[in-house]
């Protein structure tokens, strides 16, 4: 456990790049929370990031004190790494010194990325994580969870999947207090699930029978053109269920532990929460 102590809080903002999607938007809330201001970055922010548009990255950083990191679309892509270290370079020259990367397990581009991070001079710490609990109701999955039948290539492989809220505990540990600089946290769930293991759970948790189907590649390929899901996107969800989903992440890791000192979130209460707040039956009624 890290006896992390809180330092002087800083009045420039924090750089929260992805503020609006899973991690960041709750990283963001968590900072405000806690008085501290933030700046979003985004394409949509009133200040444009674009990770395609190097020219809109020292806008962003001018007269931040931290930056929050989450690259798009997935730090498994081709140049992502040379990205990270652009961008880093990019803060160093802003004046920019503190570095939060979000990074995901067992790929190789994204442990090239966090490389060029370490290697960039910055004050840096990687959130490397496994699966989010939240893919399940925030991202692709809520659809066909929702209509009762989640069907993917993937097969009795066990996932420790993280909640997100754990994920900006520690980012937002890391941006604000001393003691994380040069710490690289492997963030994971309390326990291994198997992809069928945690939609039961969800089917528990909203009290009605939802199933899992083990499926072909190219099944399921076939089926995110037919929901017109972007091939770029397509083509990572291929990579991540092929390649990354083959058992070298099949372990628990205690980065939450380390980082915050105490234990992580469980799927159990995440799939409570989200049952609770509609997540799967909202989209039910809906359709
Ligand atoms: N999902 C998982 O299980 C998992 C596990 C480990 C690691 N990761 C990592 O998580 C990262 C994604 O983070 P997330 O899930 O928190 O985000 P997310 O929910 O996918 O949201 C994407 C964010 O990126 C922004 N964005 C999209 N295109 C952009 C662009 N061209 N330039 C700048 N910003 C852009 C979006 O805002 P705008 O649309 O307004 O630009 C939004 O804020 C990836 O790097 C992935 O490797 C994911």
Known sequence: MTTSSQTSEPTQPILVVGGTGKTGRRVAEHLRRRGLPVRIGSRAADLPFDWEDRSTWAPALQGTSAAYV???PDLAVPGAPEAI????????????RRL???SGRGEEEAQRAESALQASGAEWTIVRCSWFCQNFDESFFAEPLACGELALPVGAVGEPFVDVEDIADVAVAALTEDGH???LYELTGPRLLTFADAVAEIAGACGRPIAYV???MEDFVAGLAEQEVPSDVAGL????FGEVLDGRNAYVADGVRQALGRAPRDFADFARNAADAGAWSAITEAA
């Not at 969800?237 to 991540?240: A, K, N, P, S």
């Open 70 to 72: 989450s690259f798009y």
């Open 85 to 96: 270290a652009a961008f880093a370079a990019a803060a160093l020259a802003a004046g920019t």
């Open 100 to 102: 939060v990367l979000l």
């Open 181 to 183: 600089a040069g710490r």
């Open 214 to 216: 083990e499926i072909g």
């Open 237 to 240: 969800l291929r990579y991540l």
